[in-house]
């Protein structure tokens, strides 16, 4: 089955309020990255976080990685109608593979 | 200056047909990817290319055939085209580390 799903699924806020997108795996992970997806359009790289990191920070973004829980988690601070998208986690295997197993996305819609 | 592009970005099509997608990526990356997303947005890797070498070839069936003349390109023919072949399909290409990938647009396949 897939490495990674999204929770929740959609997610609905008002702008200026905080959102937080969790995803879990089931196996181990060289690293983790996060997507956004805007309808209609191809994903864009959000940010890496690599399974020895457990915090990372990009602008408004955070993310944080649990290795013994599975687990990442993707906040948004002081979110802005720019940031409805759906919003996908990616796992890499271990060293030398190729290949990212992506999640099932969280639908985010901020509302003006 | 489009870094990945794909054409074309749509393609209606009846089944039975055989048609082609291609990929373009100006990055000067060594590894180009094909996913294919369903309605529900989940993205699955169908094929991974490293410097023209076929690295990754997912349980896809064998009516899709990837070719990659050379590094900066990687076509995808699909041969007897079936319904459940409509879907949006990705290109992505990722640098020697294989860590962050850059996504194409899309293109939208509907087959009638």
């Known amino acids: 089955s897939q490495q990674g799903e999204e929770d929740p699924q959609a997610l609905s806020i008002q702008e200026g309020e905080n959102a937080t997108m969790n995803c879990s795996y089931k196996t181990s992970i060289n690293n983790l990255q996060w997507y956004r997806q805007n309808s209609g359009r191809g994903l864009v790289h959000l940010i890496l976080?690599?399974?020895?990191?457990r915090e990372k920070h990009s602008g408004r973004l955070r993310v944080t990685l649990d290795t013994s829980k599975k687990s990442s988690s993707l906040l948004i601070t002081a979110s802005r109608a720019a940031d409805t998208a759906s919003y996908f986690c990616?796992?890499?295997?271990?060293?030398?593979?190729?290949?990212?197993?992506f999640g099932t996305g969280t639908r985010l819609k901020v509302l003006a | 200056d489009t870094a990945v592009s794909q054409t074309p970005k749509y393609l209606v099509t009846q089944m039975g047909n055989d048609k082609s997608i291609k990929c373009e990526q100006n990055?000067?990356?060594?590894?180009m990817y094909w996913y294919k997303q369903d309605s529900k947005k989940f993205l699955k890797i169908m094929f991974s290319?490293?410097?023209?070498?076929?690295?990754i070839n997912e349980t896809v069936p064998n009516r899709f055939s990837p070719k990659s003349p050379d590094k900066a390109h990687l076509n995808l023919h699909i041969n007897s085209l079936e319904l459940g072949d409509s879907a949006v399909y990705f290109c992505a290409s990722s640098d020697y580390d294989q860590e962050t990938q850059y996504f194409g647009p899309g293109t939208r396949l509907l087959v009638l």
């Open positions: 990055l000067g990356h060594d590894t």
């Open positions: 290319y490293n410097n023209k070498e076929l690295i």
């Open positions: 976080i690599r399974s020895n990191e």
């Open positions: 990616a796992t890499g295997g271990t060293s030398g593979t190729y290949k990212y197993i």
